[in-house]
T-cell receptor
Framework: DAGVIQSPRHEVTEMGQEVTLRCKPISGHNSLFWYRQTMMRGLELLIYFNNNVPIDDSGMPEDRFSAKMPNASFSTLKIQPSEPRDSAVYFC?????????????FGPGTRLTVT | DQQVKQNSPSLSVQEGRISILNCDYTNSMFDYFLWYKKYPAEGPTFLISISSIKDKNEDGRFTVFLNKSAKHLSLHIVPSQPGDSAVYFCAASRGGGTSYGKLTFGQGTILTVHP
């Protein structure tokens, strides 16, 4: 059974360019989460969706970041324009949220480098 | 305001001995706790969880203990194996409202198990 799939695994881009990260959650899961991991801030939640609807985007750093989930099997995180301080590993996770259980399953991550 | 704290950045243990990883939290509304393991260049992998209605949960070599009065949880690995060498994150969740399903992560502890 395939886990969470993320693409690309690595992305190197120049400052000012648009970057799009992609995620396919585990089939049947009803929630999807985007995280960013940096040395300074650790693993921080950017946004999460429940049944394709954004529930909490309070972690999105600024308007340059946007996320969509057009259907239950696909989500994107877009940065436009990108800046060097956006360099980090971005993880997507999915979950079947049920009463009393909150396990999330992570993809392998996308390592973004903005020069 | 760091609501979940792992105060030990690293831990070194001999193979076959017990590894004890610690985690403290400040938000008394947290009611579900999880441990994740992360290898380099991979996403975090769910390990074990515990609900606030319990004080212990066991799964093979892994046991999580929860002390609600002290707002402290720990992960015990017995016996430790070299393959357990990884970064371990604790995470916490609240059950209700817009926080439903969100996980707050600690900064992680690097465990090294020496042969």
């Amino acid at each position: 059974d395939a886990g969470v799939i993320q693409s690309p695994r690595h992305e190197v881009t120049e400052m000012g360019q648009e970057v799009t990260l992609r995620c396919k959650p585990i089939s049947g899961h009803n929630s999807l989460f985007w995280y960013r991991q940096t040395m300074m801030r650790g693993l921080e939640l950017l946004i999460y969706f429940n049944n394709n609807v954004p529930i909490d985007d309070s972690g999105m750093p600024e308007d340059r970041f946007s996320a969509k989930m057009p259907n239950a099997s696909f989500s994107t995180l877009k940065i436009q324009p990108s800046e060097p301080r956006d360099s980090a590993v971005y993880f997507c996770a999915s979950s079947l949220l049920l009463a009393g259980t909150y396990e999330q399953y992570f993809g392998p991550g996308t390592r973004l480098t903005v020069t | 305001d760091q609501q979940v704290k792992q105060n030990s950045p690293s831990l070194s243990v001999q193979e076959g001995r017990i590894s004890i990883l610690n985690c403290d939290y400040t938000n008394s509304m947290f009611d579900y706790f999880l441990w994740y393991k992360k290898y380099p260049a991979e996403g975090p992998t769910f390990l074990i969880s515990i609900s606030s209605i319990k004080d212990k949960n066991e799964d093979g070599r892994f046991t999580v203990f929860l002390n609600k009065s002290a707002k402290h949880l720990s992960l015990h690995i017995v016996p430790s194996q070299p393959g357990d060498s990884a970064v371990y994150f604790c995470a916490a969740s609240r059950g209700g409202g817009t926080s439903y399903g969100k996980l707050t992560f600690g900064q992680g502890t690097i465990l090294t198990v020496h042969p």
